[in-house]
Each structure stands twice: as C-alpha cells, then as structure tokens.
C-alpha cells in the first residue's frame, strides 16, 4: 500500500502533531535557555573568550570555518546527550519544535519571514539546490561573472550539462583598483539581454575581498524588470556568504531574489548549517531536487532536503542567531569593518605589498588579498603560519594571501600580523 506525500510525512517525525508528548517524562534533555545578557557588557575580549580557540596563535582564518561559541557547544552537547540516550524518543520529540524555533530565529536576523526559508548544510549545497531546480523555457539564459566561487560556476555548468541551459559569463571590472559602485552596476546592466532570466552573483568576492553593491544592482534590475512579463523578469540570486554575519543589513532588504549562505562561518553557527531565503515572488521558478521530509505546504520547505541530518548541529543554529542579535548586527558589523581598515591601512603603507581589497569599506567587508614582493602567496602564509598566525590562499588561478579580520581578533593581534608580514620582504 502507498501513501500520498502529505499522508506518509504527518505519520513521520516531522509531521507528527502531538509529537511533543512522545518523549516519556523525565526523560528530556536539560532544556537550553537563551542567554538575556549582553554578550559585549565586558567588551570584545570577553566575546572572544567565548570561544575554544588556541590563545597562542592569532586566528585571521575564522571565515573559512568556524569555532563553535559557548552557547552554540552547549546546545550541541546537550541535543547529542539526548540524541544519544534516547535517540528516537528525542527525535521526535524536540525535533519539531526545534526546527521551528531555527526557522524563526533565521528569519528574526534576516527581517524575512520563516517560511520563505529553506534549511541546507552549506553553502554549496545552498547553491546546487537552487541552479539545478530554476526552471528555465527554451531560449532563456543566465548571465553571471568571471570572479565568482568554484560552487556557483560548478553548479550553473552542471545545470548546462544537464538541461543545455545557455550561461554567459563577463567581467565586472578590467582593473580592481579603479572599480566603483557605479561601474559594476553599470556593467551588469549592459550586459542584460532580453533572454536573461536568471543573474548569479556573490555578494562579497572571496578571491580579492571585493563586495558589491547589491541593493543598487537589484534596484537597476527592479527598472528593467518593470517592462518584463513575470515568466521572462530577470532573476537576482546572490551566493551572500561573506557578507552574511559581516554587514548590517537585513537581507530580506537587499532586493535579491535568492539569497544562498553557509551558516558555519560569520555567524559562528554550527558546522554543516546553511539556508536559501526566496522572495515570495521567486520561489514559483524553482522546482526542488530532493524530497523534503518538511511539510508546511511553502515551496521553502519542499527546498529543505529531507534524511536524517547532524540534528544536534542544526538544532544549535537556534543559538548562533541569538548570539549575533545579542551582540548587535551594527556592533558586529562596525568592529569587524574597524578591524579590516587597520589591516589595510598597515598593509597599504608596505612598499613591498601590493594591496588588492579595495580601502573603501563600501566596497569590501572582512577578507583582505594582498602579495609580499618576491614571495608567491603560498610562501606568505605558510611564514606567517611559523609564527602562529593563520592566514589562507586563494584558491584560484590567480592567488593572493587572505586574510580576515573578525570578532576574534584584537586590535593588537591585527598590530602583531602587520608586523609579521612587514618582516617577510
């Protein structure tokens, strides 16, 4: 016998009802309660003292993957407790109630509403789900960039490879140090074509620390839009991952109609979380890939993959929203842009350093690319790694060394970095 989806997904954990009530008295985990308190009431170094990371080195790579805050462990450990003692009886108890609490904390920082959100475990995944599943008629194309990330390259060619999908790809800038707000806008715009249903972008560029002005692109979109029949309106998608946890903006406010992040990295929440946010608009020209185990009857939940996930991981996620809200969005954002413009002021006044992040804080947000003359960036970072400051590559065709001065680092740890690199030339 089978079941038609609605039926058989109020029969499992996810759509149970009463599920509340499965979990036998006494048997709950600790119940994990919000933190009223400031986080920033002892200052910065006590938001850093937040985190389980080793004192001895100076951490310039917390974008790539993040430690874990006190909260965001704790309410890990206290859902792998209870996953671990009683795995079903919590599953389906707090598993509910858990992910509605992540939906509604995701969208209180977004200024969205919840059910416009998909919940992904990566960016990447994030990116996959959404190029694969845009639905696209004969003829129409998607225009994207020369400097965007391996995902959204990959994903929108596997889209070609399986639909025959036609992707136009074009430079915004010929050189980095001359580029403007106006300009990319600019090129964008000239670049559109009558065909050109979908335009995928990433808001801040991990390959030079380039971040672009994306609430004035979507309004240069919204005109052209304005002559267009919904079927053939020109789509924003934007892979926003470093720009999210990083700037003071709501995202639901940045005018995009995608909006793909990791939650791993800027917002410190638990490895292996990530979302898609929609406009209510956008989400009828996405058809899902993978079957949802989440029924709320809103395309942002037939988006949210079904299986059975690091639950304890996700369920956390709750937490890590309610750190940032508590430290405050333009707190958070002020320091970290605070932190990047001491790094790129040293780092411009080094003869022997070519500075490629753009000062202008309009322009950039928390990485920074740079050269050391007469050292490949390979060479830079594993130098500075001797002393016990930890910095990346580029992973692209053209590298550079990268930084990215965060919440977790100090005035004087950015002043010790400075030096380091000034003492390679």
């Not at 790809?169 to 707000?181: G, H």
């Not at 002020?334 to 001491?342: D, G, T």
Request: proline residues 6%.
């Amino acid at each position: 016998m089978t079941l038609d989806r609605r039926r058989f997904l109020t029969r499992t954990s996810f759509g149970l009802a009463g599920a509340l009530a499965a979990f036998p008295p006494g048997e709950t985990a600790t119940p994990i309660v919000p933190s009223q308190s400031d986080p920033l009431r002892d200052g910065w170094e006590a938001v850093r003292g937040q985190f389980a990371l080793a004192r001895d080195y100076i951490h310039l790579g917390g974008f790539l993957l993040a430690s874990h805050p006190a909260p965001v462990r704790d309410a890990i450990e206290a859902h792998r407790r209870g996953l671990d003692e009683n795995p079903v009886d919590y599953l389906h108890a707090q598993g509910p109630r858990c992910e509605h609490e992540v939906l509604d904390a995701a969208a209180h920082y977004l200024g969205a509403r919840s059910s416009d959100i998909a919940l992904t475990d990566s960016t990447t995944m994030g990116l996959g789900l959404l190029y694969n599943g845009l639905n696209l008629r004969a003829g129409q194309e998607i225009l994207t960039t020369q400097h965007d990330y391996y995902a959204t390259r990959e994903s929108l060619n596997l889209k070609a490879k399986r639909t025959g999908a036609s992707i136009r790809t074009i430079p915004l800038y010929e050189r980095l140090d001359a580029v403007s707000e106006d300009s990319i806008v600019e090129a964008i715009v000239q670049a559109l074509r009558p065909e050109t249903r979908v335009i995928a972008l990433t808001w801040v560029h991990s390959s030079t620390g380039l971040k672009l002005p994306i609430r004035r692109i979507a309004d240069a979109l919204d005109r052209v839009n304005a002559g267009r029949e919904e079927p053939d309106r020109a789509l924003l998608c934007v892979d926003g991952v470093h720009g999210f946890g990083v700037e003071d903006v709501a995202v639901a406010a940045l005018g995009c109609d995608f909006f793909v992040a990791g939650c791993h990295k800027w917002l410190f929440g638990p490895r292996g979380t990530g979302l898609l946010w929609g406009h209510p608009r956008a989400w009828p020209a996405v058809t899902p890939t993978i079957p949802s185990f989440t029924y709320a009857g809103t395309p942002a939940s037939a988006m949210t993959p079904g299986g059975f996930h690091a639950f304890e991981h996700r369920w956390a996620l709750t937490q890590a929203f309610q750190f940032h809200q508590q430290l405050g969005r333009s707190r958070v954002a002020a320091r970290i842009h605070e932190l990047n413009r001491q790094f790129k002021e040293g780092l411009a006044q080094m003869p022997s350093v070519t500075l490629y992040t753009p000062r202008s804080q309009t322009l950039s947000a928390g990485l920074i690319c740079f050269d050391v003359a007469g050292l490949d960036p390979r060479t830079v970072v594993q130098r500075l790694a001797h002393q016990r400051i930890i910095a990346t590559v580029t992973p692209y065709a053209t590298s550079y060394a990268r930084v990215a001065p965060s919440l977790l680092n100090s005035p004087e740890e950015i002043d010790r970095a400075l030096a380091a690199i000034r003492g390679l030339a």
